[in-house]
């Protein structure tokens, strides 16, 4: 049982991150896009 919930906060845990560089991607071109200064 508690080696499930592991795996599942593990794989949570993974796609957590790959969404917060994906999104961290996403303001970045943005603010590339908005301000070419940078």
């Known amino acids: 049982m508690t ?3 592991l ?3 593990k794989e949570f845990s993974y796609v957590l991150w790959r ?3 994906i999104a961290g991607i996403c303001v ?3 603010l590339r ?3 070419p200064s940078l």
């Open 3 to 5: 080696h499930i919930n």
């Open 7 to 9: 795996s599942i906060l």
């Open 19 to 21: 969404v917060s560089v």
């Open 33 to 35: 896009f908005v301000f």
């Open 28 to 30: 970045y071109v943005a």
